[in-house]
């Protein structure tokens, strides 16, 4: 159903609000302790009660639990389950909403945010299920990335016992990207476009100093007053001794990789595909995301060192990147 009217469009992706998107999806492992330590040490959480049978065992929870924001992962179908058929048609409702938009040239689609609510501490054991309706779909709106439609969709989340332990809306906007490739047109010289710019980070009162740092040539690092711990991101109180004054430290600049993971798709404007998006150790012991660049992405290997390097993004904006260490 492409080249609809906006008036057809509209009423054609509204009819999906209150739909299932399709079967349930049913866990393919029970809660684990193997899922749950990968997780806890991807994100550096430490609690006991995730880790450490013995300890959990004495703790309230009676022994091992899951973490809550763990939820919708058990039901993920992973990148593995193909999202069409194998004769090309859409697997689920999501698939084929996702196409409407598309043949409507709203090509674009970016995650906005989720909200979770748990009802209990999943443990061991349990195998979830996911029934998934279209909760709403917004009126059009214009954003920087271009007119776009917010579509939330709202996951409940059953054990074996078909209870409800938890729930979670998840909200994208498709959108028809503003930066449209200018047509070429014959005769005419088309003068070379300005790179298009990246996103700009949101910044607040707790993350601004940082990133005037970064402007003036600096990677710093906030530490607490109170108890000298470093920490990132910036954020109002020490994790460790809830102090609230802090002041920071440069880094050295010197750090190995944690992480990473290479993007190939969507693409979005302003980045030169395929980026190596990685999580930085840094020496002094913090960690943040960042790109390794001027490096094969075949090369790239867990634990490598890693230097800083602060590169100009596009026509103003400058970020604190890495770079193999010589
Ligand atoms: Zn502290």
């Given amino acids: 159903m492409a080249g609809l009217s906006r008036e057809e469009f509209e009423a054609a992706i509204q009819a999906y609000v209150g739909q299932e998107i399709g079967p349930r999806w049913v866990a393919k492992d029970t809660v684990n302790e193997a899922m749950i330590r990968h997780y806890c040490a991807a994100v550096g959480d430490e609690n006991p ?84 309706v279209f909760d709403s779909i917004s009126e059009q709106k214009a954003t920087p990335l271009g007119l776009g439609y917010f579509i939330t969709t709202r996951y409940t989340f059953f054990d074996q016992n078909q209870d409800e332990v938890g729930s979670m809306s998840f909200r994208v906007m498709k959108y028809k990207p503003a930066q449209e490739p200018k047509p070429v047109t ?21 993350n601004a100093w940082w990133w005037e740092a970064v402007k003036a040539g600096e990677l710093r ?36 990789l944690h992480s990473h993971t290479i993007l190939h798709h969507p693409k979005f404007p302003g980045f030169d595909y395929p980026v190596i998006c990685a999580l930085v150790d840094l020496e002094e012991g913090t960690r943040l995301v960042s790109n390794v660049i001027d490096c094969d992405p075949e090369a790239v290997e867990i634990g490598m060192p890693l230097e800083l390097t602060f590169e100009k993004v596009d026509d103003e904006m400058i970020l604190p990147l890495f770079r193999p260490a010589k």
């Fill in 49 to 132: 009660a995730y880790l450490d049978a013995e300890a959990a065992a004495a703790s309230v929870h009676g022994g091992l639990v899951a973490p809550p924001t763990m939820l919708d992962s058990w039901t993920m179908p992973g990148m593995d389950a193909g999202w069409v058929h194998a004769d090309g048609e859409p697997q689920d409702k999501q698939v084929e909403l996702h196409r409407l938009f598309d043949a409507n040239g709203y090509t674009g689609v970016v995650g906005t945010n989720q909200e979770q609510v748990y009802h209990r501490y999943l443990r061991p054991g349990d195998r979830l299920s996911a029934l998934i």
């Fill in 186 to 206: 014959e005769g005419a010289v088309a003068a070379a476009p300005a790179k298009p710019q990246r996103i700009r980070p949101p910044m607040g009162h707790d």
């Fill in 221 to 256: 690092i906030q530490r607490c007053k109170s108890c000298q711990t470093l920490r990132h991101p910036p954020r109002p109180m020490c994790g460790e001794c809830r102090s609230m004054e802090w002041d920071s430290v440069v880094a050295s600049g010197r750090g190995s």
